[in-house]
DNA sequence: TATTGTTATACTCTATAACTATA
DNA sequence: TATAGTTATAGAGTATAACAATA
């Protein structure tokens, strides 16, 4: 745990106003810490490319996704897969549902639940979130290679773990 | 892009009844989306291991880390660090104050800024809380081998660009 | 004029509890 | 008696705008 003893202790040198980069300290060896700051820059690239551009949320474009690659599905699978509680899910649902985008058809194999399928436009919106969603991986290549990009994802599936 | 057809259009099999595990679709070329999912996790690792025990919410955990290793340190170089706008860190801060676990000081230097600085409490429960970080990473062991985590961090680090 | 930090406020996100309807 | 989904509600997290003090 490498910190640089007390360079700021109320005296910033003259010639470098903000100090040192401050250390992370015990942060440094916090998986999470690291995978919150990621976080933050890929929340940042799917606001620009998708987000607002689509008037979609992160989790509602995940929903988009698996419908399209699933066709029909149960909520109760959607929230498995999404991390999401029932409430939010039902809510998440009827905002996609008043926008035309899927409709919730109850199962005639068990009368409890439901399959939710795209519309026309959703299935639309689908594919083109789905296209606009290269350019916006593409954008992540300043950062890293292709080979260290799928390793990373590879590591990153072994800690969700599922 | 792999789909798995259209297995279970309403007709889950007798013996499965919870269907194939369905595909991800587009989403499995979307870091983002690992990302999120990987947090899933860590979250869910430090609720359990610090979160509950100690009453701290992620960032509030991050701030006295940072405060362990950087002794005097502003709320602008805290909120930069931790991607925290001014007002939330206001707040963060008061609440940490009013459990004695730090002090505001005003800087001599300039006098609009403050240098935070941990009380003997919150030196305290910041090395408490550090070295409950390290069986928290631990448990990571069985997903992650050391090599697999130490590469999985350089590589979130270059995401993250900072 | 610009910057640090605060106050006021609102909106999104997520969780829990209680309920309905089916099984 | 258990499960799928919904409703109601509250709390946590995060953002913007307006402000005070200092530079």
Redesign the interface.
């Known amino acids: ?1 490498s ?2 003893a ?1 360079v ?5 040198r003259p010639g470098a106003p ?2 040192d980069a ?22 940042e ?2 606001e620009r490319h998708i987000g607002e551009r689509y008037g979609l949320r ?1 989790v509602e474009f ?1 929903i988009l ?2 419908l ?6 149960t909520p109760k ?1 959607l929230g498995q ?1 999404l ?1 999401l509680t029932p409430p939010n899910l039902t809510l998440l649902l009827d905002r996609l549902q008043e926008r035309g985008l899927l409709r919730r ?1 109850r ?3 068990d009368r409890r639940s439901h ?1 939710i399928v795209l519309t026309e436009a959703g299935v639309e919106l689908a594919a083109e979130t ?1 296209a606009a ?1 290269v350019p ?2 593409r954008e ?1 290549q300043g ?2 290679s292709a080979a ?2 799928a ?3 590879e ?8």
């Open positions: 745990m910190r640089s007390s700021l202790d109320d005296q910033p903000d100090g401050p250390s992370l300290g015990a942060l440094s060896d916090v998986l999470g810490y690291h995978v919150a700051q990621a976080a933050v820059t890929t929340v690239l799917f992160k995940s996704m698996l399209q690659a699933n066709h029909a599905i699978k897969m991390a058809e199962s005639q194999v399959n789905a969603a916006m991986e992540l950062r890293l260290e990009r390793l990373l994802i590591l990153l599936r072994k800690v969700a773990g599922r």
